[in-house]
């Protein structure tokens, strides 16, 4: 069955370092990976997409890369600040529907 | 604000009852998807209409059931509840079908079964 992994629950850095999230996923093959950001008790906000002939993509101190090979998205926060402790979702889409990671919860200390 | 409307915010209730979710989508958008989140499932795929139309069903129990009116607003009625019922209902909205499109979602309802 379909099986996506991000890792480890909860991820603790340093304000200004980088954080750097992983999403592997088996027995699957997205044309599209999405990630999304949650705060707690909130709705899922959409923060980037890449398509599965994409490598990278950037936004503004986000990136994001996907490798179909090795069945794996790693999601950077560069430069990060407190704003930026929130849950991090990584969803690994079809044409009709988004399958969800469990999340990676991030917080940056000041 | 993504635009998504849910109603209730909350909702409380009793084991065996029956609950109706409301989901407005953002103007425009003809894809509506139901998600429910709960601490031990994460967030899980229920049912996605189209213009009107099912396109796709996740994991969604018989007890359940959804509609996508001409107006696109959508429903997710929930029967015969149970504790295990008690959730986040998530509703998001896209301009198309699913994966090439960002999904903005609504601030949820929160069901609690007792």
């Known amino acids: 069955s379909q099986k996506i992994e991000q890792n480890s629950e909860a991820l603790n850095i340093q304000e200004g370092k980088t954080a750097t999230l992983t999403c592997n996923y088996t027995?699957?093959?997205?044309?599209?990976l999405q990630w999304y950001r949650q705060d707690p008790g909130r709705g899922p906000v959409f923060l980037l997409l890449i398509r599965e002939n994409e490598k990278e993509k950037r936004k503004e101190r986000l990136k994001v890369t996907f490798d179909t090979t090795l069945k794996q998205s790693l999601f950077h926060i560069t430069a990060s600040q407190p704003a930026d402790s929130a849950t991090y979702l990584c969803?690994?889409?079809?044409?009709?529907?988004?399958?969800f990671g469990a999340g990676t919860t991030v917080t940056v200390r000041a | 604000d993504s635009g998504v409307t849910q109603t209730p915010k909350h909702l409380i209730t009793a084991t065996g009852q029956r609950v109706t979710l409301r989901c407005s989508p953002r103007s425009g958008d003809l894809s509506v998807y139901w998600y429910q989140q709960s601490l031990d499932q994460g967030l899980q795929f229920l049912i996605q209409?189209?213009?009107?139309?099912?396109?796709a069903k996740g994991n969604i129990l018989e007890r359940f059931s959804a509609q996508q009116f001409p107006d696109l607003h959508s429903e997710l009625n929930l029967s015969s509840l149970e504790l295990g019922d008690s959730a986040l209902y998530f509703c998001?909205?896209?301009?198309?079908?699913?994966?090439?499109?960002?999904?903005?979602f609504g601030p949820g309802t929160r069901l609690t079964v007792t």
């Open positions: 027995n699957y093959s997205p044309a599209y």
């Open positions: 969803a690994l889409a079809d044409y009709y529907k988004l399958s």
């Open positions: 209409y189209y213009n009107g139309e099912e396109r």
């Open positions: 998001a909205s896209s301009v198309d079908l699913a994966g090439r499109n960002e999904q903005y």
